[in-house]
Protein backbone atom coordinates (compact mmCIF):
# COMPACT_ATOMS: atom_id res chain seq x y z
CA UNK A 1 0.00 0.00 0.00
CA UNK A 2 0.69 3.79 -0.38
CA UNK A 3 -0.21 6.35 1.48
CA UNK A 4 -0.85 9.60 -0.11
CA UNK A 5 -0.99 13.07 2.51
CA UNK A 6 -1.14 16.37 0.34
CA UNK A 7 -0.87 19.65 2.31
CA UNK A 8 0.02 23.34 0.85
CA UNK A 9 -3.16 24.50 -0.18
CA UNK A 10 -4.65 27.62 0.50
CA UNK A 11 -6.51 30.90 -0.45
CA UNK A 12 -4.21 33.46 -2.79
CA UNK A 13 -4.40 35.57 -5.25
CA UNK A 14 -4.35 35.59 -8.62
CA UNK A 15 -0.97 36.10 -9.80
CA UNK A 16 0.25 34.35 -7.31
CA UNK A 17 1.97 31.36 -6.32
CA UNK A 18 1.37 28.20 -4.32
CA UNK A 19 3.82 25.27 -3.67
CA UNK A 20 1.95 22.20 -2.75
CA UNK A 21 2.99 18.78 -0.97
CA UNK A 22 2.18 15.14 -1.40
CA UNK A 23 3.78 13.19 0.90
CA UNK A 24 4.39 9.20 0.15
CA UNK A 25 4.37 6.34 2.99
CA UNK A 26 6.81 4.73 0.85
CA UNK A 27 10.23 5.32 -1.17
CA UNK A 28 9.34 7.44 -4.28
CA UNK A 29 11.54 4.86 -6.55
CA UNK A 30 9.17 1.79 -5.55
CA UNK A 31 6.05 4.17 -7.24
CA UNK A 32 5.63 3.82 -11.33
CA UNK A 33 3.96 7.86 -11.90
CA UNK A 34 2.77 10.01 -9.20
CA UNK A 35 0.30 12.51 -10.59
CA UNK A 36 -1.79 15.74 -9.85
CA UNK A 37 -4.99 15.78 -10.21
CA UNK A 38 -7.67 18.84 -9.51
CA UNK A 39 -11.70 18.68 -9.56
CA UNK A 40 -13.33 22.05 -9.09
CA UNK A 41 -16.66 22.26 -7.74
CA UNK A 42 -19.63 20.49 -10.57
CA UNK A 43 -16.80 19.60 -12.75
CA UNK A 44 -14.89 16.31 -13.70
CA UNK A 45 -11.63 15.25 -11.93
CA UNK A 46 -9.15 16.82 -14.30
CA UNK A 47 -5.48 15.89 -15.20
CA UNK A 48 -2.35 18.26 -14.40
CA UNK A 49 0.83 17.02 -14.06
CA UNK A 50 2.32 13.17 -14.17
CA UNK A 51 6.19 12.68 -13.09
CA UNK A 52 7.58 9.04 -13.71
CA UNK A 53 10.04 7.44 -11.41
CA UNK A 54 12.57 8.13 -14.24
CA UNK A 55 11.75 12.00 -13.72
CA UNK A 56 10.17 12.89 -16.67
CA UNK A 57 7.50 14.78 -16.42
CA UNK A 58 3.92 15.94 -18.25
CA UNK A 59 1.45 18.93 -17.89
CA UNK A 60 -1.72 19.92 -18.82
CA UNK A 61 -1.99 22.50 -21.59
CA UNK A 62 -4.08 24.97 -19.22
CA UNK A 63 -0.99 24.35 -16.53
CA UNK A 64 1.91 24.19 -18.62
CA UNK A 65 4.39 27.13 -18.51
CA UNK A 66 3.06 28.17 -14.95
CA UNK A 67 3.44 24.34 -13.02
CA UNK A 68 5.69 22.43 -12.25
CA UNK A 69 5.97 18.83 -10.80
CA UNK A 70 9.12 17.81 -9.05
CA UNK A 71 10.16 15.31 -6.72
CA UNK A 72 12.78 14.88 -3.10
CA UNK A 73 13.44 11.66 -3.07
CA UNK A 74 15.05 11.83 0.49
CA UNK A 75 11.30 12.88 1.39
CA UNK A 76 9.50 10.66 -0.61
CA UNK A 77 7.85 13.90 -1.71
CA UNK A 78 6.47 15.20 -4.78
CA UNK A 79 5.93 19.02 -5.13
CA UNK A 80 4.08 21.43 -7.11
CA UNK A 81 4.98 24.37 -7.90
CA UNK A 82 1.92 26.75 -8.79
CA UNK A 83 2.82 29.86 -10.26
CA UNK A 84 0.73 32.77 -12.25
CA UNK A 85 -2.39 31.50 -10.32
CA UNK A 86 -6.08 32.06 -12.12
CA UNK A 87 -9.12 32.05 -10.76
CA UNK A 88 -9.82 29.22 -12.78
CA UNK A 89 -7.24 26.97 -11.04
CA UNK A 90 -9.63 26.69 -8.11
CA UNK A 91 -10.05 23.46 -7.29
CA UNK A 92 -9.37 20.55 -4.87
CA UNK A 93 -6.15 18.95 -5.66
CA UNK A 94 -5.48 15.43 -5.48
CA UNK A 95 -2.02 13.46 -5.44
CA UNK A 96 -2.67 10.12 -7.55
CA UNK A 97 0.13 7.20 -7.44
CA UNK A 98 0.98 4.19 -9.09
CA UNK A 99 2.13 1.14 -7.38
CA UNK A 100 2.36 -1.88 -8.43
CA UNK A 101 -0.81 -1.77 -10.37
CA UNK A 102 -2.52 -0.24 -8.16
CA UNK A 103 -4.46 2.97 -7.77
CA UNK A 104 -3.87 5.69 -4.44
CA UNK A 105 -5.18 8.50 -3.97
CA UNK A 106 -4.45 11.51 -1.57
CA UNK A 107 -7.72 12.84 0.62
CA UNK A 108 -7.20 16.39 -1.65
CA UNK A 109 -5.98 19.85 -1.03
CA UNK A 110 -7.98 22.90 -1.40
CA UNK A 111 -6.81 25.87 -3.50
CA UNK A 112 -8.38 28.84 -4.29
CA UNK A 113 -7.77 31.84 -6.74
CA UNK A 114 -9.62 34.54 -5.61
CA UNK A 115 -9.29 38.42 -4.81
Known amino acids: QVHLVESGGGLVQPGGSLRLSCAASRSLFSINSVVWYRQAPGQQREWVAT???????NYADSVKGRFAISRDDSKNTIYLQMNDLKAEDTAVYYC?????????WGQGTQVTVSS
Open 96 to 104: YADYRRRDY
Open 51 to 57: ILVGGAT
